[in-house]
């Protein structure tokens, strides 16, 4: 079984959420919060509510045990951008690119290794 979250629309690149996103990929679930707890990037807090949101998803609605969970899944895609213009010289335009991503997090049973 696995349980997800997505938080849509939020004001940070997904480049940048994106290599956080690397760092807690097939991690446990407490140690990817810890690792986000301590990383101090803007992306790192949202993708912390998602992961947290996924967990509370996993427990109440699919009864999972909290110690088996692993993040499956972590993903930052490409929201909307927007676009203002900053003005320069001689009555030139120079646009800017409000970047948003949709993140999002599953998180699922760790598969128990026959020896």
Known sequence: MEARAEAKYVRVSPRKVNYICKEIRGKQVDEALTILHFTPKKGAEVLEQVLRSAIANAENN?????????????????????KRWHPKAKGAAYPILKRTSHIGVVVSEKEEEEL
């Open 62 to 82: 699919l009864s999972l045990d909290r110690d088996t969970l692993v993040v499956s899944q972590a993903w930052a895609n490409d929201g909307p951008t927007m």
